[in-house]
């Protein structure tokens, strides 16, 4: 526990320390800064949609693509270039701990980056325009666990390799996949059905069913109805945060086969 | 290295990968199974964050979607409202669409949610016809089968405050009222309740028949019509049928030229004045109207219908004048100025439809009922006179009067005038409704049949507004709950917008500067970067 | 301290360390060598604990069983790797604060610690300085700063000097030497001076077995039949009549003639004992003029050179003209004098005349001429070169080098 913060207070001051960090940083918050200002343009100052659109627009979900594989890239597979991680890995501390501090410290990361939205609204509320407060501190913590979900599909995917720009496309492509799950799903479906049963009736049962299991997993419909909304739902909650520790688990099994593999 | 060797590795590579596989699915059964356990609704717990708990759906609703056994469908149509209510149209939207995915998740799959993509011309022909419904407005199509409901988005949804658009007296506008879950709870019982809706229409006393299909003066087309709108419709009469069956919804009257027995008239004054619903079309014939019981079922309920029928000239569409010797024609064209503002034409007016009225007699308001709303439906153009008794067709000065707009329906909607046992919570709200038609034949399968009438969309309307029952549904009042940027002042705007689009990020920048400066200072070469890009390069 | 019994390590169908067994005991100084790809590298790993063993017997650390309680080990020993991993980004103090917090320190334990240990590595001026700005001699004594931290009972170096030019590859072995006083130090090289000057017993890997184990001077002995005497003359005589003047001296066993400078002709003269006196009587009575006579003691160099290719020092030193009875070291029994008991001076199944022969066969170089120490190519302005960690330095380089990372065995299969 002690060397899961230790290790993620030393990747965290370590992300800070590096310019590419701060590059990052600039990057989201200018682009972030713009579409912000455009939707409270286009809303004539509505102020809880412009905060809703900011916070939880197609922004949100195009940097989840993207800065999960940036970090994760820069956590796991230039360590493993660099030969720190061998020094990790050999310091008195479990896998799972160098694992978890890691995961914690980009999301740590990404949720001050968010966090930036917490600024727009408390200048918002200094302009006049409050905004729903509770509800925004849930929608913002609703992004903190979409960022942690995506971090731990990216560090998955960044420890297959120790190739840095390897390792981010591979983890682009995982969190891409991960957001685009329903849309594949639907149009294999469209092929795998007809295919798999006779009679329309069977189709419209196996259809939903299949639905069913995809909806279950589309982390977007499960932001959209929870954390989207300013409410907070445990089931909601424990979705992350059970994906998030399968996606932690097999990473520290990614990194422990190594070990094996050499 | 030998070969059994290299088979050991593998076989042990093997044994370790399938170790990791089996871990990782039994982690990922648990993870499913923990999913399914917390989504449980013992277990599921939602806290709604919102200051005005818009995420909160009302006890009520909430036990009206648990005890709902048919399966709901909700068209969402949506198109950008018109300046300046369209920031406004799209806030009532999406928390109309919150509230129905809140519905949705509680109804526990029996509420379905479409949007309708109006955008794309075809497939929104293909569900507009599939939704029986004609023209354009922003709302919500609530269907149960072939029962539905729709709910305007301005007016059902919500109320608009336009605002003052003078610079000097600027008010914006505002969503006055937010009360889509009302609106939805209530179509929704609406659609639901009763599994099958009766009207009956009276018969043997010179009606029009309807159940005919075949003659021109039967009603069999508009009985098809109402049947393709999920009511069943029937004959009744009283001295074959008895008394008023219990799962009446409605009663129609359609041209009896003769009178009804004491008991019969009785018996439906008697269920509308509980609350009832009623349709009344006047016969053609005035000898035949006065002997029929239609003036004092129509004046028992504060509505006159006159003996004398409307008539217009007849104008030649080239040149605007009256067609030589023709004063006398008797079929109207009711266009969206002559129509009042009452659901059953709303949504005609919305679109500038019109439709025709053939032969109608006046009917007006003659009492205002003290605690309802007794009004006229149509107008005839104000060209138009009324030729007295006996019809002759022929404008006499003396005889027929002055040339102005006379009423050709009325519609009458009031609290039941006896006692009735009122429901509380959900139920419905007894209240009676009488749609009084000057004119039988416009719901004849002769004027259903002409294209050029159009009737069919106004009869349509007129039996679902009968139909349409109050409902008793407490509930907070919506709160708009709005929050917009103060609008006398724009530079407050102007403020957040620097913040977001320059300081931020200078800060975020000035930050950068600094921690490099603070992380280089004491270092015998400076750039931090140049050590990086060395290391990555070794 | 270090206990290592029938560990083998596969990467896949290579076989990096094949059944080695050894042990260090406490206070040692040990080291590894080896070429390349010998599994070096992958053993030092197994007993980090970076490395999962395919198969071992008993892997004990500093009392701690590596495959059981890995944590102990990590927790006991200070592991070095051979790529120096140092966060650039972090000023030293830093570094070894983290270090610190990772073994559990607490602050003021730190506060004593950490300068007393930049102290001891000479690096206490460095403090304040970014890692990624430091030299790379610097480096390796921060490095050694991050190890010593906890203050290990075992300390594990991976090729501590490589990648230094000659003035740091001396300080960073100086520095090692004064750590041995209190630790058991176990540390690899390719480079076999630095093993020679720092550790008292070496451990010779080749194929991931091992070969040798014992003192420098020992193993020489045994495997190089002891020294030679080197002799030049200039003598009216011709130089085969020299040869078996010399030869006919009591005590001589083979005499090798060596080039001729100029009107100086050398020679080496191998026998029992000191021959230096009877030579240069020898010489006296002959009236040669003596240039050299001088006592040449082998190499571990040599005897590296000559285990890893199976080939005779002496094929590789000079023509050689030998005697009867020449090559004595290719008999086991003649060996194992002054070896410790438990460790035999021969792996089984290794006869040094046997092997791959051929030059092809092992890409080595060959060495300078004999007797003389090998100064290896390192180019101390080769910054590319020097960074470049996997890369070997010496002569004996392959010259297409691994790629760092690569495990060992992966370039041994290469070169095998």
New interface residues.
Partial sequence: MIGTFVVARRELSGLFMAPFTWIVLLVVLFINGLLFSSFLYQTQGNVTATLSESMTGPSFWLWMIFLPALLSMRLVAEESRSGTLEYLLTAPVSDAAVVLGKFLAATGFLALLWSSSLIYAVTLDYAGGPPDWPAVIGTWFGTILVSGLFVSIGMLASTSTSTPLLAAFLSMVSCLMWIAIPFLAANIMAYLVPLLTSTAAEQAVLAERMGSVVASMDALRHFSRSFQMGVLDTAEIVFFLTWISFFLFLTARSIEARRWRG | MSGSHSNVGWLSRMGIGAQVLVTAALALVALLLVNWLVARPGLRHRFDLTSASSNTLSTATLALLDRLESDIQVDILYRDMNAPLTALGQEVIVRTDKLLVLMEEAAGGRLAIQVVDTADQEAWTIRQQELRLRGYENGLVISNGERREFLALSGDLAVFDIGNPVPETFIPPRIQQFDAERAIVGAILDVTEGAERHVYFTYGFGELDALDVVENSGLGMLSDELEGDGLRVHRWNFLEDGPLPDDCAAVAVVGPQVGWPEDMYAEVVEYVEAGGRLLVAAETVPEMLRKSDVPDLLAHFGLEVSEGRIMHPLLDRRTGLVVQGQQECEVHVVTGDLMSRHPILSALRGVGGSFSVPIAHRVQVGVQPPDGVAQVLLRSSPDSWLDAPPCDRRYDAQLDGTFKSFPLAATVQRPPMVDVEAPTGLGTVPEVRIVALGSESMLTNAALQNPTFRSSDVLRGAFNWLLDREHRIIMEPGDPDLRFLPRERPESAVFVIRVAQYYLPLAALLVSLLVWLLRTRGSRRVALKTSRIEESAG | MIEVANLTR???????VDDLSFEIGRGEVVGFLGPNGAGKT?TI?IL?????A?KAGRLVVAGHDVQRDS?GV??SIG?L?E?????????VEEMMR??G????MDRQAMRVRIPEVLERVGVQDRG???V??LSRGLKQRVGLAVALLPDPEVLILDEPTSGLDPIQRGEVRDLIHSLADDRTVLLSSHILAEVESVAPRVIILHEGQKVADGKPAELAASLGGGGHVAVEVMGAASAEDMSSLIGSLPGVESVATGERVGIHQSFEVRGEGDLREDIGALAMTQSWALRELSWQRPTLEQLFTRLVTGRGLDELAMPVASGPGAAPSSKPEAGPAGLSADAPVLASGLELSQGPTGPSALPLGTPGNAGSKIIYSLNPFDR?AS???SKPVSVDAPPEAPAE?L?D?ASE?TES
């Fill in positions: 596969r990467y896949g169908a290579l076989l990096a992958t790993r980090a604990g970076y490395l999962a395919t944590m990590r927790r592991y790797p790529s120096v991993p140092l966060y650039p980004e972090l000023r983290f270090q917090r990772l073994h559990r304040k300085q970014l990624g700005t590319g960074r470049d960690l990372g495990p065995g299969e």
